[in-house]
């Protein structure tokens, strides 16, 4: 780390953070130089990051802390640049979505997709993600070796959300290639995949609207896209744009996330075979198991992208009107401050909050889904497969980008008992 000091006091010139098995060093280096610390990224961005608990808490519940598209424009151009670039794949280059509006606009428009995320719609994806689970899981007893990612987790992740958002399933792999190079910074098809992705929903779009006039209601056809547009056509309370972007929003931060929240139980819980013992012996361990991976190595690392909209103070520190804000859910999730012992994984751990959902009117709204889909893959495997190891170095996992923390594949001796 490089730093050194300008009118605004001291800015640390912050590398790529290592997409590695353990990272989390880093991120301790960190929080101990302050509550809030000032950096430069690699592209060169300005960024306050916040890397402490009670500091993110007082950061995600402030009026001022915005995620506006038009505050992000306005920061980037305090610091004489332009463009989308500083946002993310998810929230920042697409407007008028959840991730890039506050309140009141966003309050309108998550009390409409809440209403389409009903409790219902979530039971009955249930048993398909029991069946798929356990075909997945048949399917891998043919071989004595498999991935982990590509074998089993990134099928779960993928065909859940486009069986609740209603992707036909032969669109599915086109809609798969173009969701990776988006979320792999620096992909040189990034931007051509956006734009693919953006067509392919307002297609869809169009063709379930079709379905609807037609005559099938939206609870006939339960996905999760036809309820929206009824939503947006009955009583015009989202834009055709904003309905675009939301199904954009829910497609892409509905699998990925997922996919790595299921590879990175499956590789600590390997890691740890007392701790896979537990759960072996008693199954009703699996939630606590799932919301301790959450806390120890959740699959966010970096979405809470924000900008002042006025001059605020956070842990004593002045933040000016128009600049950036991150909070590091990882680095506030092993917390000393917060959590004993942090950097223990321990599934009976008693967690009456972590981060990895974050906080606030932002707090994910799939929160749901990802646990369903998450204790029902990882519970079934460990059972299934419970001596399985990897089959390569744990530092030898391949690991994701920095949008998403997960391992780009799991390769693993299954050992079948
Ligand atoms: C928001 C994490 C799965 C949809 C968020 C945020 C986090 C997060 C940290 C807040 C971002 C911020 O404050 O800037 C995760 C993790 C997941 C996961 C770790 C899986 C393990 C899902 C799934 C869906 C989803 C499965 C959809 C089906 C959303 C949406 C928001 C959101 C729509 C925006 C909510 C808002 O701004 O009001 N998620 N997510 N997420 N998530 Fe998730």
Same mark, same amino acid.
């Given at each position: 780390?490089?730093?050194?000091?300008?009118?605004?006091?001291?800015?640390?010139?912050?590398?790529?953070?290592?997409?590695?098995?353990?990272?989390?060093?880093?991120?301790?280096?960190?929080?101990?130089?302050?509550?809030?610390?000032?950096?430069?990224?690699?592209?060169?961005?300005?960024?306050?990051?916040?890397?402490?608990?009670?500091?993110?808490?007082?950061?995600?519940?402030?009026?001022?802390?915005?995620?506006?598209?038009?505050?992000?424009?306005?920061?980037?151009?305090?610091?004489?640049?332009?463009?989308?670039?500083?946002?993310?794949?998810?929230?920042?280059?697409?407007?008028?979505?959840?991730?890039?509006?506050?309140?009141?606009?966003? !309050?309108?428009?998550?009390?409409?997709?809440?209403?389409?995320? !009903?409790?219902?719609?979530?039971?009955?994806?249930?048993?398909?993600?029991?069946?798929?689970?356990?075909?997945?899981?048949?399917?891998?007893?043919?071989?004595?070796?498999?991935?982990?990612?590509?074998?089993?987790?990134?099928?779960?992740?993928?065909?859940?959300?486009?069986?609740?958002?209603?992707?036909?399933?032969?669109?599915?792999?086109?809609?798969?290639?173009?969701?990776?190079?988006?979320?792999?910074?620096?992909?040189?098809?990034?931007?051509?995949?956006?734009?693919?992705?953006?067509?392919?929903?307002?297609?869809?779009?169009?063709?379930?609207?079709?379905?609807?006039?037609?005559?099938?209601?939206?609870?006939?056809?339960?996905?999760?896209?036809?309820?929206?547009?009824?939503?947006?056509?009955?009583?015009?309370?989202?834009?055709?744009?904003?309905?675009?972007?939301?199904?954009?929003?829910?497609?892409?931060?509905?699998?990925?996330?997922?996919?790595?929240?299921?590879?990175?139980?499956?590789?600590?819980?390997?890691?740890?075979?007392?701790?896979?013992?537990?759960?072996?012996?008693?199954?009703?361990?699996?939630?606590?198991?799932?919301?301790?991976?959450?806390?120890?190595?959740?699959?966010?690392?970096?979405?809470?992208?924000?900008?002042?909209?006025?001059?605020?103070?956070?842990?004593? !520190?002045?933040?000016?009107?128009?600049?950036?804000?991150?909070?590091?859910?990882?680095?506030?999730?092993?917390?000393?401050?917060?959590?004993?012992?942090?950097?223990?994984?321990?599934?009976?751990?008693?967690?009456?909050?972590?981060?990895?959902?974050?906080?606030?009117?932002?707090?994910?709204?799939?929160?749901?889904?990802?646990?369903?889909?998450?204790? !029902?893959?990882?519970?079934?495997?460990?059972?299934?497969?419970?001596?399985?190891?990897?089959?390569?170095?744990?530092?030898?996992?391949?690991?994701?980008?920095?949008?998403?923390?997960?391992?780009?594949?799991?390769?693993?001796?299954?050992?079948?008992?």
């Amino acid at each position: 780390m490089k730093i050194s000091t300008d009118s605004r006091g001291e800015i640390i010139d912050l590398p790529p953070l290592p997409s590695t098995l353990n990272p989390f060093p880093e991120y301790d280096k960190l929080r101990g130089k302050g509550p809030v610390v000032r950096i430069r990224n690699p592209v060169g961005t300005e960024i306050y990051l916040i890397t402490r608990w009670a500091e993110a808490v007082e950061a995600l519940g402030h009026p001022h802390i915005a995620k506006g598209f038009e505050h992000l424009q306005y920061a980037l151009k305090a610091q004489g640049r332009s463009g989308p670039g500083a946002g993310t794949p998810i929230g920042g280059t697409v407007a008028g979505n959840l991730l890039n509006t506050d309140p009141p606009d966003h !309050t309108r428009l998550r009390s409409l997709v809440i209403l389409a995320f !009903t409790p219902r719609r979530l039971e009955q994806l249930r048993a398909s993600v029991e069946q798929l689970v356990d075909s997945l899981i048949d399917r891998m007893r043919t071989g004595a070796e498999a991935d982990l990612i590509a074998d089993f987790a990134y099928p779960i992740g993928i065909t859940t959300i486009c069986m609740m958002l209603g992707v036909p399933e032969e669109d599915r792999l086109h809609f798969r290639q173009q969701a990776e190079s988006v979320m792999t910074p620096g992909h040189p098809d990034q931007e051509k995949s956006l734009a693919l992705l953006q067509t392919y929903i307002a297609k869809l779009i169009d063709a379930k609207r079709e379905a609807l006039v037609e005559g099938a209601s939206p609870d006939e056809q339960t996905d999760l896209l036809s309820a929206l547009i009824a939503a947006r056509d009955s009583s015009n309370a989202l834009t055709t744009d904003e309905l675009r972007s939301m199904s954009y929003l829910l497609l892409i931060a509905g699998h990925e996330t997922t996919v790595g929240l299921i590879g990175n139980a499956l590789l600590h819980l390997m890691l740890n075979p007392d701790q896979r013992q537990l759960l072996v012996d008693d199954p009703s361990l699996i939630k606590n198991a799932i919301e301790e991976t959450l806390r120890y190595d959740g699959s966010v690392p970096y979405t809470t992208f924000r900008a002042t909209s006025a001059d605020v103070t956070i842990g004593g !520190t002045e933040i000016p009107h128009g600049s950036f804000v991150q909070i590091v859910l990882p680095a506030l999730n092993r917390d000393p401050e917060r959590f004993d012992d942090p950097n223990r994984f321990d599934i009976r751990r008693q967690i009456r909050q972590h981060m990895a959902f974050g906080h606030g009117v932002h707090f994910c709204l799939g929160s749901h889904l990802a646990r369903l889909e998450a204790q !029902t893959a990882v519970g079934r495997l460990v059972q299934a497969f419970p001596k399985a190891e990897l089959n390569c170095k744990p530092e030898d996992v391949p690991w994701l980008g920095t949008v998403i923390r997960g391992a780009r594949s799991l390769p693993v001796r299954l050992n079948e008992p």
